[in-house]
């Protein structure tokens, strides 16, 4: 352990409050509501685990890392769908996390609609991501929210999309900045990367993201392992399932993201 992982809890700003038995610090940067779990014994190098979106959701294999001594840390910019605007929010985010210490390479974790920011993020800058999983995730926003393909689509969410970009109807479908097009930086960089999945998943269907972006992504050189799940449960039209493996995942970040 770092001299520096051991007193950065007594560093951090905010509200303490308990988190599943670990000190959490809530704050803002950039006005937005933040947070940051700290280990109880911050692992050499201060590694991290950023959580884009549903930071609650799947969080098994967070508290297998929280153990392992990773923080996980979030920053609220849910309404805004990965736009340029919560880019440079995130941006703001991880200067203000290296700057109190923690690993200049970050984990990012992408739940559903967390893709669009993950993805976003790790293109425009490569070199400070370590490794990506993604649940679930959105990959094209034609396909969600915009529900342009087999999906169910979100006509709410979609129109929302299209003011947070400043886009007109025309301008979201030409767009070619969606996570399956953008993959040539982070595949230079030979970022890693695990997604799960459900292969009856009506609202982010596989066939038109992960499966698209892990065909991409494999062309382009780079590394994409997925766990796919059979069937997600009814009630959420197969888009949530019980986790089948946290270890694997926790492995998996641990590998890439636990050495300094």
Known sequence: MSLLGSIAAAEWPGTESQWNGYAKYDFSVDERPSYVVVPKQAAEGNPWVWRARFPGFHAEADLLLLE???????INTNDMLGSPTAMKHWDNFYDFLTE?????????EGVSRGGLFVYGWASRHPDRVACIYADTP??????????????VGSS?????????YDFTEAEALAYQKNPI???????????????????NDVVVPPTENTF??????????????????????ERSQGHHFTHPDPKRVADFIEKHAGQP
């Open 68 to 74: 392992r001594g990773f923080h996980v840390a979030y």
């Open 156 to 164: 709410g969410t979609w129109q929302r999309l299209l003011k947070e």
């Open 212 to 233: 698209i972006l892990a065909e991409r992504y494999r062309k382009l050189g780079g590394e994409i392992e997925i766990i796919e799940v059979q069937e997600g449960t």
């Open 181 to 199: 097009d953008i993959l040539a930086p982070i595949a230079e960089a030979k970022i890693p990367i695990l997604h799960i999945v459900s292969l």
């Open 138 to 151: 959105v990959c094209d926003f034609k396909s969600w929210p915009g529900g342009k393909g087999k999906g």
């Open 100 to 108: 109190k210490g923690l690993a200049k390479r970050v984990a990012l």
